[in-house]
């Protein structure tokens, strides 16, 4: 059984993972991180899903699969974007939400989508000699997917599932909030199930 790390605190996207990727996970053991989170200050969803997994793989020694994502709405050029988790300063989905709503206020133009980037890091064989010798490290093996959700930005929050975003989210070709969604369809459509079942055979590989 290989294991891999899961490089994330937030259980709601554990959940998730567990069943988006189902059979890629047959001989795998996915563990939960309960390592340092690092500084999250990349540029891009790619970046950031790297730098998580990257940080989880060098505490742990284990590959590590993370995910980056959030909401880019277009009418606010494309914020929250990766500042989605962090937008209102509190890290709190009903405070993030309220000031997404507030910030775009009446606003027609209320077109937006969900980005999620998945990430692998494979650590590289113990005793591995880099490129430039033996004194040199070898490098890890990344692979990084990118995904996106479009639709809509609600006038208020509905639905009480999912988790983050998704009450205020309406998927395009959809009547219902993302939050109303049932798991099945969520796990069938998301950006997060786009992406991972993209990274799904590496992962499912390492076995």
């Given amino acids: 059984m290989v294991q891999v790390v899961l490089a994330t605190h937030n259980s709601h996207k554990v959940d998730e993972l567990r069943r988006i990727l189902g059979p890629a996970l047959d001989g795998v053991e996915l563990l939960t991180y ?9 540029d891009t969803f790619e970046a950031n899903a790297l730098i998580k997994a990257r940080a989880a793989s060098a505490f742990t020694g284990l590959p590590a699969i993370a995910d980056d994502s959030g909401i880019a709405v ?12 962090r937008y209102a300063g509190t890290r709190d989905d009903g405070d993030n939400l309220r000031l997404l709503l507030t910030n775009l206020g009446d606003r027609t133009d ?8 998945a990430a ?10 880099g490129p430039d010798g033996p004194d040199s490290a070898a490098a890890s093996d990344e692979d990084v997917e990118l995904a996106t959700w479009p639709g809509s930005v609600l006038t208020e929050a509905t639905g009480s599932g999912g988790f983050g975003y998704d009450p205020i989210f309406r998927p395009e070709g959809e ?5 109303e969604l049932t798991q099945a369809e969520k796990d069938a459509a998301s950006h997060r199930a786009q992406a991972f079942t993209a990274l799904a055979p590496r992962i499912a590989a390492l076995a």
């Fill in 74 to 85: 277009d009418a606010l050029d494309g914020a929250p974007g990766i500042h989605s988790a």
């Fill in 175 to 179: 009547t219902r909030s993302a939050a």
């Fill in 120 to 129: 692998l890091v494979v650590p590289p064989p113990v005793g591995a000699v």
């Fill in 34 to 42: 309960d390592g340092p989170e690092p500084v999250e200050d990349g």
């Fill in 110 to 117: 209320r077109a937006a989508q969900f980005v999620c980037a």
